[in-house]
């Protein structure tokens, strides 16, 4: 059951990062971000930098199923940003092969 939800949450951590740090419809922002933060505009821009806030933010929400301790949080953070990785590499080569 935790690796199903585990892969759950790593394809969808791994299309929302990508979506954030690649999509057409989140230039504005990061043009409004590169003026104000460049820090932060520079992260938001990395699909691997991204995937971890998304992958923090989906496990504190399934908390109750997921953690039993803060390590099992940090590890499985981890499992998720691993599994995202790999889904955005897929869809990365998808579009750029169209």
């Known amino acids: ?7 759950e949450l790593g394809v969808a951590c791994g299309a929302i990062s990508l979506v954030v740090a690649k ?3 989140f230039d504005k922002p990061h043009d409004w971000l ?3 933060f460049p820090f932060l505009d520079q992260l938001l821009s990395c699909s691997w930098c991204v995937s971890h806030w998304v992958s923090a ?4 929400a399934y908390r109750k199923s997921l953690c039993n301790s803060f390590i099992d949080y940090i590890v499985q953070v981890f499992v998720i940003v691993a599994i995202s990785q790999v889904v955005a590499a897929i ?3 998808c579009v750029e092969s169209q």
């Open 57 to 60: 933010l989906l496990v504190l």
């Open 23 to 25: 999509g057409k419809i």
């Open 34 to 36: 590169a003026l104000k």
């Open 1 to 7: 059951m935790i690796l199903a939800v585990l892969l």
């Open 91 to 93: 869809m990365r080569k």
